[in-house]
């Protein structure tokens, strides 16, 4: 079982760089025909970081934690915002991250020769709202931040073990369930205007959140009397999650 602490190093700091960069913002604002309602997409990369991205192994004892070794992977979002001033308004994302399970690692770390599962890839979704400031750089460049707030889902990788016994092949699934928990986003974009109504965006986001599997499913085909179907509940098992995001999206401007 990749069975760390929750613990988020980056936090303070975005934080501070965004509160700076707000009172900058403020500071240089002025009136514009920017578009009043923005819609966009955005693909790129989804890097995991804290527990999530972790490959150490727990302390011993530890039943409380889990790290993922989770494998840099795919992000995308969809987002629409609205602004009640040229420079200020609100935004809803709705994202999602699929890593891969570093298995190399995972036997590296504990030291396991002898493996031959395999694992699916992690999906991390994420539902926010929340506050965009956004203010020229020039003519065609502009500059935006945001602070975002709302859902994080984390959907386990399914580990699969075949084995071979008496002439008769075995495979054993092993998942968590589907976890969910409050999560936030702090994110900062250049974009570069190809109209007056379509920007081409490079996207830096910070999401992270602490979900708590509960539920622990094991099932063996064909079923055998020594290795029978398990679900068992009542853990709480902690992974700190958390992914810097780096993408390039498209943006649709309508209304002035």
Same mark, same amino acid.
Request: glycine letters at 12%.
């Given at each position: 079982m ?23 913002m ?82 590296? $770390? /504990?030291?396991? +020769?002898?493996?031959?599962? &395999?694992?699916? #890839?992690?999906? *991390?979704? @994420?539902?926010?709202?929340g ?9 065609k ?5 945001r602070?975002?707030?709302g ?9 699969s073990?075949t ?13 968590w ?34 979900p708590?599997?509960? $539920? /622990?499913?094991? +099932?063996t085909?064909?079923? &055998?009397?020594? #290795?029978?179907? *398990?679900? @068992? ?24």
């Open positions: 990749r069975i760390n602490q929750n613990f988020y190093p980056m936090k303070s700091k975005i934080l501070y760089v965004f509160a700076l960069s707000s009172c900058l403020v500071s240089t604002m002025k009136a514009g025909d920017d578009p009043k309602m923005v819609v966009g997409v955005s693909v790129g990369a989804a890097m995991p970081m804290g527990a999530y991205g972790s490959t150490a192994k727990l302390a011993a004892g530890d039943t409380a934690h889990a790290n993922g070794f989770a494998k840099t992977g795919f992000h995308f979002d969809v987002n629409a915002g609205y602004y009640f001033t040229s420079n200020v308004g609100a935004m809803i994302q709705i994202g999602g991250n699929m890593n891969g399970f570093n298995m190399t690692a995972y036997n590296t $770390t /504990y030291g396991i +020769t002898n493996s031959t599962a &395999t694992a699916s #890839s992690y999906y *991390v979704g @994420s539902y926010l709202v506050p965009t400031l956004r203010f020229p750089l020039g003519d460049m502009g500059f935006s931040a602070i975002l707030v859902l994080m889902t984390l959907k386990d990788s399914k580990w073990d084995q071979t016994f008496l002439g008769t092949t075995y495979t054993t699934t092993e998942q369930n589907t976890a969910s928990a409050f999560a936030y986003n702090i994110g900062a974009s250049i974009k570069y205007n190809l109209t007056d109504k379509m920007g081409l965006g490079l996207n830096i986001d910070y999401l992270g959140g602490s708590n599997f509960s $539920t /622990y499913t094991r +099932t085909t064909p079923t &055998t009397s020594g #290795s029978p179907d *398990v679900t @068992s509940g009542g853990h709480k098992i902690n992974m700190g999650t958390s992914l810097l995001n780096i993408s390039l999206g498209l943006t649709i401007g309508f209304g002035s």
